[in-house]
T-cell receptor, first 116, second 114 residues
């Protein structure tokens, strides 16, 4: 079945450092890819998404590019802030028309802590 | 604001008790989901419902049941709680059609089974 693998955390950075969180996937079809973020004490919220190869999703200074050839969707941010401290989840969903469309498969999550 | 709410937010119970977790949404979405979150395992799908008359098992449905009382309400039950059901439970919703894969999550219910 489909699966998502994220780099193991936790990740600890100083403010203004560069962030990369690696994500690779295995899927039988051609999935859509997502990054969700979970701030302390809250539910998950969509950070960005990409639906086809070479698409770049971006939001709040975060970016991720859909790389079909390497089955990856790495999350990057050029300069992190203390307020970015959260748990980040990579996820995939089958495309419309697939039997599993609408069901998300999540990675295990990566805890990010940013210090002043 | 249109929202996804969960009750209770925290619950401590004993082995063998029946527990119901409730989810309500004001987003007008047709599709609703229940997940559990365990440290190091991400979120795993328990049940999902694409409309009021459509209920489907997810990857870890054993020991759980659900009820879709209305478009806006989706409840998760543990008929006889056991300690390894201690987890953080999330409800989520999505629209149908091309936006089905973008899900909106509630704040979660932390369940402890002693």
């Amino acid at each position: 079945g489909d699966s998502v693998t994220q780099m193991e955390g936790p990740v600890t950075l100083s403010e203004e450092a560069f962030l990369t969180i690696n994500c690779t996937y295995t899927a039988t079809g051609y999935p859509s890819l997502f990054w969700y973020v979970q701030y302390p004490g809250e539910g998950l919220q969509l950070l960005l998404k990409a639906t086809k190869a070479d698409d770049k999703g971006s939001n709040k200074g975060f970016e991720a590019t859909y790389r079909k050839e390497t089955t990856s969707f790495h999350l990057e941010k050029g300069s992190v802030q203390v307020s970015d401290s959260a748990v980040y989840f990579c996820a995939l969903s089958e495309r419309p028309g697939g039997t599993s469309y609408g069901k998300l498969t999540f990675g295990q999550g990566t805890i990010l802590t940013v210090h002043p | 604001d249109a929202d996804v709410t969960q009750t209770p937010r925290n619950r401590i119970t004993k082995t063998g008790k029946r527990i119901m977790l409730e989810c309500s949404q004001t987003k007008g979405h047709d599709r609703m989901y229940w997940y559990r979150q365990d440290p190091g395992l991400g979120l795993r799908l328990i049940y999902y419902s694409f409309d009021v008359k459509d209920i489907n098992k997810g990857e870890i449905s054993d020991g759980y049941s659900v009820s879709r009382q209305a478009q806006a309400k989706f409840s998760l039950s543990l008929e006889s709680a056991i300690p390894n059901q201690t987890a953080l439970y999330f409800c989520a919703t999505s629209r149908g059609g091309s936006e089905t894969d973008t899900q909106y999550f509630g704040p979660g219910t932390r369940l402890t089974v002693l």
